[in-house]
């Protein structure tokens, strides 16, 4: 069992790297280095059928990894975001504590949430929102 969350681990920092050094400018310009000189050589061998495989193929490669390699990045930054909102409310007297992983509601309660805060946001009377409406409470 340890020895399984040692390798996710060891597996979300590699992914959370390969994420980081891709999104470098430099990456991007080597990107298109790459690519030019693919350009050319391809002119200059006259495009030969290996040549369009070869791109096609490391081209659906690099993407699919990318994929997997963007969703984890943002999946792990969404859930430290998340922890930092969740303290921000436990810290704040005024805040709804309900509202502590709101995310992990269900749909129905989350569009009952939004429907209220919407209603608060256009009452034009309603000026003192730190007595903004109460999420619903599960079973209800």
């Known amino acids: ?26 990456a991007g310009l080597t990107a298109a280095v ?8 391809g002119l200059v061998t006259g495009f030969p059928t290996w040549w369009q495989v ?7 490669t690099v993407t699919f990894v990318m994929v997997f390699v963007i969703q984890h990045t943002q999946s792990k930054q969404i859930v430290a975001l998340q922890r930092k909102l969740d303290e921000l409310i436990r810290a704040s007297h005024h805040a709804d504590n309900a509202l ?3 995310e992990d509601a269900p749909p129905t309660e ?3 949430l939004g429907d209220a805060y919407r209603t608060l946001a256009t009452t034009p009377s309603r000026t003192d ?3 903004g409406p109460s999420p619903p409470r599960k079973g209800s």
């Open 110 to 112: 989350l569009q009952q």
């Open 1 to 26: 069992m340890a020895s399984q969350r040692a390798d996710a681990a060891r597996s979300s920092t590699v992914l959370h790297h390969v994420g980081e050094t891709v999104a470098n400018a430099f």
């Open 54 to 60: 070869a791109l096609y193929s490391s081209t659906a």
């Open 34 to 41: 790459l690519a030019t000189v693919w350009l050319i050589v």
């Open 100 to 102: 502590i992983s709101v």
């Open 129 to 131: 929102l730190t007595d």
